[in-house]
């Protein structure tokens, strides 16, 4: 495998020194597999069977052909891991693309971040030193067959900067493609960052998004995770409060169906004292889908008056469908506020047979109780449009006909 | 001449409307004959047969265990019961055979016991649904947002119900009293031929309980039939039915007039289990 991936470094003449160590990493590490606790119920073995080149073909895309957000932002197009001026906006102060940000191999957690770094084609930089009034909306297209979308991202926010940022990932139908993503996210003191991303990639691909996160004092961090697609994917976010007063939202939703596999695994460093952590997660799963939720929180020595809080939900809709979920804390201060749980259900009878008695038929009833239990984590997003536009997608893929549109504004 | 012409006008206005009152009483809402139900393989019903003509208002009343949860449940189409003998004839139709959501289609509406939250589901959304689920089955047109304002202000004001209740989920941390008294609002929009109410006294105060029996005697009208399940004969001073029954022992061992609610209220279900 590392041969495979060597042979397109050689072809391609890349020189620099960090590509040259992460390939050598990755040759090391290797592709994950369920030996590894943190890999326990998620396989990503296929990606030890097929190689996942970088695009070699530039290929065009129609935006339109996609349902967008229509967001007052400023947005920036990367097809098949290349970054594309002609159907982006134009680069405000502080924000550059360049062919890599992330450059440290000495501690690469696993092979596939390796890879990441040995491969990345493009990288989009974002150094605010002060506010930017619209929102930047990163749009990552999966177009092409069998190739890879190798890309980083760097969010870097000085003292008392406000920023909204977008990771949307999506995709051409029927495409296997391996979209394999990190960001880097630098807050400086009192800092705040609205952080969505958005995982709306099609039935055939794979996907990895690792991101982690450094807060300093009283900085705010939003983080909003929807996972409506993808065949395979799985998400690593990684918090560290390092700054007193420092606080983190962690917010996710995600449905699966059909033969889905979608991964959360989200570790939260309390690292100084009073700071505090909310994460919300919920999920809902349908026929053989399988989902996997691990929150962990690691209140550290010294870290005294923290609060840190977690939940996850989760909603059976089929009996094949199955969800691995294992909130972790990890307390070593003794003056903390710490709680937790998971919660697996099904749709309630009793509210079942309510709705119906009142007419609805079985399946729409189903469809209002299974969207309202999504609607508590949509009502979360602080962006109108982009919680409006989940909504859409959310009540695409649930079963049942079509809801009136009062749903939106009376929920 | 002129004068006997009078005369067999005011005869035929006579005769027309006893004829409509004839009618009304002959239309039969609800025919229930010898009805046996069993749960978990416990003969619970053991043989009911009950009239209830259009516009009438029954009350069946007995002490706890006697089957009278299970009778209003098996009507509404509750799963977990099973019948074992019997029929029940909705307007000339097999009410067994329907499914939950049809029976509402069709006109039969269960007020619960015990109405269930459903936090995330607005209380208007849900309901504007519903009737419109509804219309849909009877081939009306759907109501749309704006008519269906209309026609909830007008309801409301008749049951005495806070507007900003509809704001908020099904039922959502409602009180015992706003929640039955959602459950004679959400009667009163879907408009139903039968109405089921189940214990809706239960848990109320008085002021609560005037407050939903005036509600409840509002939306009486001759060609919708109720029928109350209750414990105690207090529901009876507010809504004056027009038979009562009294279930024990998974049969109906007396029926007749309001009086008959009184008597028992004097004499205690001991009595009708000695006679």
């Known amino acids: ?411 | 001449m002129k004068l006997g012409s009078y005369w067999l006008l005011v005869l035929k206005v006579r005769l027309d409307d006893g004829f409509k009152l004839y009618q009304k009483v002959q239309v039969l809402m609800l025919e229930i004959k010898n009805l046996h139900v069993e749960v978990d393989g416990k003969k619970i019903l053991k043989g009911i047969d009950m009239h209830v003509r259009a516009g009438e208002v029954h009350a069946i009343m007995g002490p706890n265990g006697s089957g009278k949860s299970t009778l209003s449940h098996v009507l509404s189409g509750r799963p977990g019961y099973e019948i074992t003998q019997g029929s029940v004839v909705y307007k000339g139709k097999d009410l067994l055979a329907m499914s939950t959501e049809e029976k509402a289609c069709e006109g039969v509406f269960l007020a619960f016991q015990y109405p269930v939250e459903i936090p995330g589901v607005n209380n208007a959304y849900f309901l504007r649904e519903s009737l419109n689920a509804i219309r849909r089955h009877r081939q009306q047109p759907e109501v749309d947002a704006m008519d269906f304002m209309a026609l909830m202000k007008e309801k409301l004001e008749i049951i005495a119900i806070k507007k900003d209740l509809m704001r908020r989920g099904v039922n959502e941390g409602f009180s015992g009293g706003e929640k039955k008294r959602n459950e004679i609002f959400q009667m009163a929009m879907l408009e139903p031929y039968l109405a089921i109410l189940d214990e809706t006294d239960s848990g109320l105060d008085i002021d609560a309980l005037k407050a939903v029996a005036h509600g409840v005697n509002q939306l009486r009208q001759p060609d919708r039939s109720m029928i109350m399940v209750t414990h105690y004969q207090r529901l009876l001073d507010y809504i004056i039915p027009d038979v009562v029954h009294v279930l024990a022992d998974g049969k109906i061992q007396l029926s007749g007039d309001k009086d008959l609610a009184k008597e028992l209220e004097s004499r205690g279900y001991d009595w009708v289990s000695a006679a």
């Open chain 1, 1 to 411: 495998m590392k041969e495979q991936y060597q042979q397109y470094f050689d072809q391609h003449g890349q020189q620099d020194m960090w590509r040259k160590e992460a390939l050598v990493s990755f040759g090391s590490l290797g592709i994950p597999d369920t030996s590894q606790e943190d890999w326990r119920y998620t396989d990503f073995r296929v990606l030890k069977r097929h190689v996942f080149p970088v695009a070699m073909q530039k290929k065009s895309i129609d935006l339109n052909q996609f349902c967008l957000p229509s967001c007052d932002a400023t947005r920036l197009v990367f097809v098949d891991g290349f970054f594309k001026p002609e159907l982006s906006d134009d680069l405000p102060v502080g924000l550059q693309v360049v062919p890599s940000v992330f450059q440290d191999t000495d501690h690469l957690r696993d092979g596939i971040e390796a890879l990441n770094v040995a491969l990345c084609t493009a990288a989009l930089d974002v150094v605010l030193s002060a506010s930017v009034e619209k929102a930047i909306h990163c749009l990552f297209i999966s177009a092409s067959p069998d190739v890879g979308n190798y890309t980083q991202s760097r969010l870097v926010l000085a003292e008392g900067v406000h920023a909204e940022v977008v990771d949307m990932h999506i995709g051409m139908p029927n495409v296997r493609s391996f979209v394999n993503h990190q960001s880097h996210v630098k807050l400086g003191r009192n800092a705040v960052l609205q952080h969505y991303s958005l995982q709306y990639l099609q039935n055939k691909a794979l996907y990895r998004h690792l991101m982690t996160v450094t807060q300093q004092e009283k900085s705010q961090f939003f983080s909003h995770a929807i996972g409506l697609g993808a065949a395979m994917a799985r998400t690593d976010i990684v918090v560290e409060l390092q700054g007193e007063e420092a606080s983190c939202t962690l917010n996710g939703l995600y449905l699966t169906q059909s033969r889905q596999h979608m991964d959360y695994h989200t570790t939260v460093h309390h690292r100084v004292p009073n700071c505090e952590s909310h994460e919300y997660y919920k999920g809902i799963l349908m026929d053989r889908s399988r989902a996997v939720f691990n929150g962990k929180v690691v209140v550290h020595p010294y870290a005294q008056k923290t609060e840190a809080h977690q939940q996850n939900r989760n909603l059976l809709l089929s009996k094949k469908s199955e969800i691995d979920t294992k909130p972790e804390l990890e307390i070593y201060a003794d003056d903390v506020s710490c709680s937790h749980g998971a919660t697996v259900g099904q749709i309630d009878d009793n509210q079942l047979f309510y709705l119906r008695s009142r007419g609805l038929s079985e399946e729409q009833a189903k469809k209002i109780l299974t969207f309202s239990f999504a609607a508590e984590l949509l009502n979360h997003m602080t962006d109108p449009v982009l919680q409006e536009h989940a909504r859409q997608r959310l009540l695409q893929i649930l079963p049942g006909d079509e809801l009136s549109s009062e749903l939106q504004e009376m929920s």
